[in-house]
């Protein structure tokens, strides 16, 4: 059965005794140009997202029948939950703990201490800072601007960076400079 079909698929429409109409096809095509095409029979039709809960079995072939009154199930079908726009799990905001939330041995809502101030910066840092980023900068001005590339704007731009970059990476510290951290683990 799968031989007798096979020697067909081969051949041209003419060739398997249908004639086919090119400009009948395009007329066809040019016809219904614009229009939308017709669901295929047993098709459901589109339903919004807010008539997706609702179960009905009507298709395309039916007539759609007018509903007298919208009757809604006692619970929502299906195992999801949809929330309006800015409502939702996500938006709740607990409730402020008060004196009559905790227990007698309860020390209460923890509240961690102000982190140290960051130390101060020596003057070599901050040449170093402003030489890796004024030195792009600069660049950047200068392409701009349209300004001219001449030899000194182009040395403090790139020595600047290069200079400021090579400060900071030799100034890092090390681990090997701390002799009492006891090692990687916890101390008891």
Same mark, same amino acid.
């Given at each position: 059965?799968?031989?007798?079909?096979?020697?067909?698929?081969?051949?041209?429409?003419?060739?398997?005794?249908?004639p086919?109409?090119?400009?009948?096809? %395009?007329?066809?095509?040019?016809?219904g140009? $614009?229009?939308?095409?017709?669901?295929?029979?047993?098709?459901?039709?589109?339903?919004?997202?807010?008539?997706?809960?609702?179960?009905?079995?009507?298709t395309?072939?039916?007539?759609?029948?007018?509903?007298?009154?919208?009757?809604?199930?006692?619970?929502?079908?299906? $195992?999801?939950?949809?929330?309006?726009?800015?409502v939702?799990?996500?938006?709740?905001?607990?409730?402020e703990?008060?004196?009559?939330?905790?227990?007698?041995?309860?020390?209460?809502? &923890?509240?961690?201490?102000?982190?140290?101030?960051?130390?101060?910066?020596? +003057?070599?840092?901050?040449? @170093? %800072?402003?030489?890796?980023?004024?030195?792009?900068?600069?660049?950047?001005?200068?392409?701009?601007?349209?300004? #001219?590339? *001449?030899?000194?704007?182009? +040395?403090?731009?790139?020595?600047? &960076?290069?200079?400021?970059f @090579?400060?900071?990476?030799?100034?890092?510290? *090390? #681990?090997?400079?701390?002799? #009492?951290?006891?090692?990687r683990?916890?101390?008891?």
């Open positions: 059965m799968a031989e007798h079909g096979s020697d067909r698929e081969d051949r041209e429409p003419e060739e398997q005794g249908v086919f109409d090119e400009d009948a096809a %395009w007329a066809a095509i040019v016809a140009y $614009g229009e939308e095409p017709k669901d295929p029979p047993g098709t459901k039709p589109f339903k919004s997202v807010e008539d997706l809960a609702l179960l009905e079995p009507e395309n072939d039916a007539p759609a029948e007018t509903p007298k009154k919208e009757e809604k199930p006692a619970k929502p079908l299906g $195992g999801s939950v949809s929330f309006a726009p800015g939702g799990p996500r938006d709740y905001t607990a409730a703990p008060s004196e009559g939330d905790f227990e007698e041995d309860d020390e209460g809502h &923890f509240v961690p201490p102000e982190p140290p101030p960051l130390p101060a910066a020596d +003057t070599t840092a901050k040449f @170093a %800072w402003l030489g890796v980023i004024g030195g792009p900068v600069l660049l950047l001005l200068a392409v701009l601007f349209g300004w #001219d590339m *001449t030899w000194w704007l182009a +040395t403090v731009g790139i020595g600047g &960076f290069l200079g400021g @090579a400060t900071l990476v030799m100034r890092m510290r *090390t #681990d090997d400079e701390e002799d #009492d951290d006891p090692g683990g916890a101390v008891v």
